[in-house]
């Protein structure tokens, strides 16, 4: 299928490799994040990163992208995005373990080519925080203009939604906007939703192992009601769904680890997380990963013990970290200048604060053996910046997603002026016809 | 096409059609001469005749027992027995058309004045609206107007957001829907097992929800975008079910992904436009213009890709309108011959009518458009309708205001 | 008299903590002149005594060796809600909006909450100082500039009123409510709604202007009016309107309200101002930026908006600062204006509007925003550009007082730090 087939009817003509071709990206400062920095060239093959070295011999053949002397990344992984889905929240029940975002992909959101348009490759979108137990995730590449099913990370593991705190327990509050009020009100509520609901996954687990039995014994046995809502989180119990919570205080994380460990299963992140810092010590041995902002704070009452500190301690105290962006709360544009910040705030080394972005978002959704590093083998998911990716004064100026060009920076802006043209001219065709003039001297 | 012929009706039905087809000697004959004749204009998704809004409230979840609350804010709350797909909300899956239709509702006038002779109507705005019916849309009591009582089961997203109770979303509407018809298979084997022997099995508890599913042959789920359209495509494939598209506001952008799975759509002839009273300052972005202005070619596109649709009046309030909304996609492209088969033949074959409805052939029932020039000539005026044999002549409409 | 407190007075307040002292061995980077490397700067109590390659020191002067590193005036926060806010969702620690549509008596330096920890926190990314806005109705009050060191707010206000905020009544039929989605009005009613609004707006400087006369020749009885009192020196011209718009029929109201009313007009938050770049720079009208960490404006704006703005101001010769807006930003302003740079800003520009350029709008050129013979000794001593993430803060001053950069956050990180 045309890879333009979302975006706009106008034929723009982009003088780009396309998709399949082998490409060398010659002349180039690669960082690759697991193994140092290497000047010279990359070469893809087969959307695969095929080889890499300070001379790479172009293949017959193959395309060469002059990187000018640019830097290569691998493509940004956020750990936890709302973009490219046409809806967020079920918040009507405190358990939305059956809504899908999967189900509401929305390719045609600007807001996938602004991320891509940031070296953004692939996001985790996720459902929001309006109930304890959300809904299942997505992990997608930001492969705009492709359709939904093509967006889809295909063999990422799957993931699912839990929420605590001032979110979750709003709508008991008295302050919320319906006309419901929906327990629970408090943290220890919240607690008791997470155990409810994994009290009756267990059931629903234990039942329909009992039908296997009894049908294997040739009984004669109804087979139980599907239940999309408590599925999940059997797949959950059964270690083959990924749960990210998103969370804030102390007291919540240690928590929801404690729930998970009574039910036996592992929090594969810990979303926000803004005083993962205090626990981090229980967080490493629980082995959860944590994933937070750079530096936002006081927003609300559970946030104002953020600090932009909380990546630095959490990496020091051995946690597989990330940062992410919540996009749009804040934005994908502004990932790379939040693991820059993480140089301020701790003075990480350029590969600790580009793991943040890359390897280490990668590894928590447990795709990393395809993305996240320059690596031979690896998926092509790469990013050209003019300068040093950390430096604020950088501008994104190719995103490869597989091999192909995705974004690229001069093809944007020649396509600007054509976009607004275009607006402009149909705006004019469009405009509804003023109402009928009165004929002069009609009576 | 035949230039010039006669047309035999009798109880009813089409007896013959043809060049020159004796004129039987008992016959009352309409002099046609310079009139030319259609098959009866069917809109493919209506509300005429039927009671608009929601044919009755979606059940409100049951608050759960909380004693040592007070009985007002117990009412309040929603506890951790909180509903959900098995309350079967936004649910009135076995109410059928038929069964609301109302033959003194003034659409039905308005839309017979208009051309058209059949409508297929659905009931509600509920997630599981109800099944539609096909009838024709003349007549004094609804069960001689019924067509056929259930030709399929409409979908509609009613996105209320966090205060309305599951589902409240659009994913969460998705996943309703699908535990719904993994509870309707369940339902079904529970009940064969039961019936063919119940002694030792728990009783399968009675359904409507379910019966109502589960009687519908088909699935009508709506869709716009192209982005729609796919994820209405996998989804009904996902559900097994036959499948029936409706909206296809970008269906110029998504014929080749319905071609490619053969899957029909029902093309709304509210063209999308800019809001009335819009802010004059505000710029629609070029995707929504694109859509406004590409939206009318989409029929020609389907008809290109080989896509079975059929037009239906949607948001176009007067039928008198739907002949210009019609004559859009024309000039869009679309051929007069493909235009007139998706107002008649088309979504005869979509909802399984056209051995009774559709075209102008013997045996058929007798529905016929009789106009004084061509269909798609804004000038050319509906001189009368035949509906089930009985000539009606455009009458006075009632104004709105008479009727409320 | 309301004005009896002056900006001198509070300068005053804070001398008799300072000590004299200078810096050898820096980088200094004036801002109103070219850098100077290996250079002295010379502090004589709240005050540049002198600085240079070849400045002498003093007797008595504390030397400071700070080889390598590099001196750059205070940043300068042109709209902030520093000390009006503390929690964002907590309404009882919201400050910044009064009751009402014109309440051009009120002043912000009297809510600073000194204690707040918002303070040490914008601090430690070099701000020194903050134009602290209010909101709320048309008139939301008088902006006041705060130095970010003080025991009390008085020690801290540099100038009690810097300007006036105001808001023009909006003809946005869409609007969007917190957490409830997009609603519109219809257009018809929201004009309606505009034009009456815009006519009591046009009364109250009415009002405002019968007062100024009547002040002018009082009769027996004459009773001062606060709320009218406040408009006179923005109706005399000495204290600018500072009109917050951001889309083009908000800024061409506001430059056309300005026109109108005879006034000085400062701009907010401008968004679509492409239209209005030749009028804006030949009224020599200067412009605040929005935040710039914000989403572009509409689906079709280029990729870069707002990150473009400040290069557009700047090339159309329009004199800008930076504003923080959000209570969660002031620390990001040199950042912003790192974005900027990224965007096609020159390094030069980025540091004038965060520094002497603002101090030029705000009418305080002459105390703050460079380092020259006679300022106020606000500075900051980094290891490197401190637009850029990965340079340290080392040291900061304020009225020639050694400030410290110890804030909430790093107290926490050092505190649970041990617990690793």
Redesign the interface.
Known sequence: MNRRLFLSTLAFAPALPAAGETILIKNAKILTVTKGRIDGSLLIRDGKIAEIGATVMAPAGAVTVDAAGGFLMPGIVDCHAHVGADAINEGTISVSSMVRIEDVLAPDDIQIYRGLAAGVTTSNVLHGSANTIGGQCSVVKMRWGKTATQMVFAGAKPGIKFALGENVKRAGGGTNFSATLRYPATRMGVEDVVREAFNDARAYQRQRDEYQTRLAKGERVLPPRRDFKLEPLVEVLEGKRLVHAHCYRSDEILMLLRAAEEFGFKIRTLQHGLEAYKVAKEIAKHGAGVSTFSDSWSYKLEAYDAIPYNAALCMKAGVLTSLNTDAPVTQQRHLLQDAAKTQRYGQLTDDEALSLVTINPAKQLMIEDRVGSLEVGKDADIVLTDKHPLSLYAKVQKVFVDGEVYFDREQDIRERSLRSARRKALSEKLKPAPPPAQKKGAR | MLPSGNIVLRNGLIEAVGESVPIPAEAFVVEGAGLQVYPGLIDALSTWGLPTGPVRPAAAPAPGPTPATPAV?EQ?????D????EERPSNTSWVRAADLLDPRLPAIAAARNAGYTTAIGFPGTNVFAGQGSAYNIAGTRARQMVIEDGVGQMITLP?R????????????I???V??IY??AD?YK??QA?YAK?PR???R?PYDRALDGVIASPRLLLPAG???EI??MI??GQELKQPLVLYGGAESF?GA?LLAAVKVPILINLRWP???R???????????V??T???APSGPAALAKAGVKFAFYSGGVERPADLRKAIKKAVDAGLSKEVALKALTLYPAQIFGLDNRVGSLEAGKIANLTVIDGDLFDDRAKVKFTIIDGVKYEPAPEATPESNR | MRRLITAAAFAVATIAHAENFALRGVTIHPISAAEMPNAVLVVTGDRIADFGPKAAIPKGHKVIEAKGLHIYPGMIDSASVLGLSEIGSVRETQDIAELGDFNPQLRTMVAVNPGSEHIPVSRANGITSSVVVPAGGFIGGQASIMHLDGWTWEEMTVSPSAAMQMRLPSQEATVTGRGLGTGRRPFAEVKRRYEEQMQQVRLFFEQARAYQARKANPVLGFKPELRLEAMIPVLEGKTPLMIVAAKERAIRDALAFAEREKVKLVLAGVREVDPFLEEIARKKIPVILPDLYQVPLEEDASIDEPLDLPAKLANAGIQFAFGSYNIERPRNLPFQAANAVGNGLSHDAAMKALTLGAAEIWGIADRLGSIDKGKFADFILTDGDPLEPKTQIRQMWILGKPVSLENRHTKLYEQYKKRL
Do not use: C, N
Request: net charge negative; no cysteine; proline share 9%.
């Open positions: 804010l309040r709350i929603q506890t951790l909180d509903g959900g797909p996105v957001g966090f205060g309305g109770g599951f589902p409240g979303s659009l994913m969460g998705i996943s309703y699908r535990q993994a509870d369940h084997a529970s097992l022997d030792g099995l728990p399968p975008r192209l982005v796919d994820r996998r989804f952008r080749a436009e800019a809001e009273d819009a802010d004059p300052f505000v710029k629609d972005p070029l995707r213009l694109e406004r202005d590409l």
